[in-house]
């Protein structure tokens, strides 16, 4: 606020507008907030980068090292996505880049299984597996994490809203769980 509030009050460039503000200023608060918004700005790089990393990671695993999952478990979760009210058709595929069950898609959900997984677990545990996901749809956990990432990357700084994302992840967990 600080950076585009001194920003619109001269028209000089911005490095000029850094220098002005801070050798006229006569008043140190002034000081410190321009110098704060500088160094919030300048770190938010990285969170903001890291976002963009995530983002890009999940554009691949939704086109890439995808097959089609046996028709019986499709079958299961076109009818669990019934009884669940789950409105939205729900694609699921084995995928060799993921290490664990995960749901991507805001207007194509899609469940990706990890390959290892369907050859070391038996067909009521893939089923568990495949409930919780659907569970996760039903919830609408992809905008909740949509806008706790977004939250999470514009106050990185903030050792409370860490924790808060931790506590929220565990009970999204735990509330599919059960």
Known sequence: VTFFYYLKTDSLSSIALFT??????????QIILLSASITYLSLLAFPSYRLYKNWRFVQVIKKQGLTKIDFGYRLFVKK??????????VLVYVSELVKSPVTIGYLKPIILIP????????????????????????????????????INTML???????????????ERENCCDE
């Open 20 to 29: 002005q503000t801070v050798n006229e200023s006569n008043n140190i608060l």
């Open 80 to 89: 669990v996505s019934a009884q669940l009210d789950v409105s939205k058709k």
């Open 115 to 150: 390959a290892a997984a369907l050859s070391n677990l038996s067909t009521q545990q893939v089923e568990a597996i495949l409930l919780h996901e659907l569970s996760h749809i039903r919830r609408y956990d992809y905008l909740v994490n949509f806008v706790i990432s977004i």
């Open 156 to 170: 990185y700084f903030n050792p409370f809203v860490k924790q808060f994302m931790k506590t929220i992840e565990e």
